[in-house]
């Protein structure tokens, strides 16, 4: 079992900044690889970004270059640093970790991320 809090949203206007953390307990954090997903308002859940358990990333095409994932393993954290916020990243954003087996999938309780001037 892996349990996941996400933290770090919040209001902040365009071209603004923001980063999301997202701790985790309960098992060995390095073997998952570990995403950040956004679901905004009448829309469906989507993958912003991804690492894996080897460090790789990768991203929407809607968020690259504005946005970074990066893993401390030794923290249990996950972080999502967003650059030139939008409004349309106006989001739920939601941590994920997806281990080596089908069952070993988690999610945390979201954290709202409202960028409007």
């Known amino acids: 079992q892996v349990q996941l809090v996400e933290s770090g949203g919040g209001l902040v206007q365009p071209g603004g900044s923001l980063r999301l953390s997202c701790a985790a307990s309960?098992?060995?954090?390095?073997?998952?690889?570990m995403g950040w997903y956004r679901q905004a308002p009448g829309k469906q859940r989507e993958l912003v970004a991804g690492?894996?358990?080897?460090?790789?990333?990768k991203y929407a095409d809607s968020v690259k270059g504005r946005f970074t994932i990066s893993r401390d393993n030794a923290k249990n954290t996950v972080y999502l640093q967003m650059n030139s916020l939008k409004p349309e990243d106006t989001a739920v954003y939601y941590c994920?970790?997806?281990?080596?087996?089908?069952?070993?999938?988690?999610w945390g309780k979201g954290t709202l991320v409202t960028v409007s001037s």
């Open positions: 690492i894996t358990s080897g460090g790789g990333t």
């Open positions: 994920n970790a997806r281990g080596p087996r089908i069952d070993m999938d988690y």
């Open positions: 309960g098992s060995i954090f390095s073997v998952y690889a």
